[in-house]
């Protein structure tokens, strides 16, 4: 049986390589590829030891993470962007448009960890990239993508309870 430490110095260059060859399709960065790997092979180490056929193992793997990554992004609907309401608009609109925001500003402060500064960041008007932010925050590139994943998941939790969901056709039940 190889070492734990042998194993992931032969799997390393595999792994890039399937990641970057991979990623593009699946619509995610091959750093969140690698890693989500990565994180599946050290659990199966935990849990049943070392796969008997590595390399075949780690691309079934690869392969598997980026369906999951691509059936994710289908079910994924764009952001539409929350403008101001018009000078002309409602006072009514207007106030329920501010306080939604106030509830989201202070869900996003609410969460733990690194998520204050990490949604703050993703939620800046000049709307800067991952390598931006990944500097600004002192963090990997390619931990960003499941941090904000994780971040996002628990903001939505939060707001759950406090925001009530649209129902047909976009109306408050």
Same mark, same amino acid.
């Given at each position: 049986?190889?070492?734990?430490?042998?194993?992931?110095?032969?799997?390393?260059? %595999?792994?890039?390589?399937?990641?970057?060859?991979?990623?593009? #399709? #699946?619509?995610?960065?091959?750093?969140?590829?690698?890693?989500?790997?990565?994180? !599946? %092979?050290?659990?199966?180490? !935990?849990?049943?030891?070392?796969?008997?056929?590595? @390399?075949e193992?780690?691309?079934?793997?690869?392969r #598997?993470?980026?369906?999951?990554? +691509?059936?994710?992004?289908?079910?994924?609907?764009?952001? !539409?962007e929350?403008? @101001?309401?018009?000078?002309?608009?409602?006072?009514?609109?207007?106030?329920? =448009?501010?306080? !939604?925001? +106030?509830? =989201?500003?202070?869900? =996003?402060?609410?969460?733990?960890?690194?998520?204050?500064?990490?949604?703050?960041?993703?939620?800046?008007?000049?709307?800067?990239?991952?390598?931006?932010?990944?500097?600004?925050?002192?963090?990997?590139?390619?931990?960003?993508?499941?941090?904000?994943?994780?971040?996002?998941?628990?903001? +939505?939790?939060?707001?759950? #309870?406090?925001?009530? =969901?649209?129902?047909?056709?976009?109306?408050?039940?």
């Amino acid at each position: 049986m190889t070492s734990p430490e042998a194993l992931l110095a032969t799997l390393t260059p %595999l792994l890039a390589a399937e990641s970057r060859a991979e990623a593009p #399709a #699946a619509g995610i960065e091959a750093g969140d590829l690698e890693q989500a790997v990565w994180l !599946r %092979l050290l659990e199966r180490l !935990r849990e049943d030891g070392a796969p008997e056929r590595p @390399a075949e193992w780690l691309r079934r793997a690869v392969r #598997a993470e980026a369906r999951g990554a +691509r059936r994710a992004s289908a079910r994924e609907r764009a952001y !539409r962007e929350e403008r @101001a309401p018009e000078p002309d608009g409602s006072p009514e609109g207007s106030a329920l =448009v501010s306080d !939604r925001r +106030r509830t =989201v500003r202070a869900a =996003v402060h609410r969460t733990p960890g690194h998520c204050p500064r990490l949604l703050t960041a993703m939620l800046h008007p000049t709307e800067p990239t991952y390598r931006e932010i990944a500097g600004a925050l002192g963090i990997s590139q390619g931990s960003l993508g499941p941090m904000r994943s994780r971040c996002l998941g628990c903001l +939505r939790r939060m707001l759950a #309870a406090e925001v009530p =969901v649209p129902g047909v056709r976009g109306r408050v039940p």
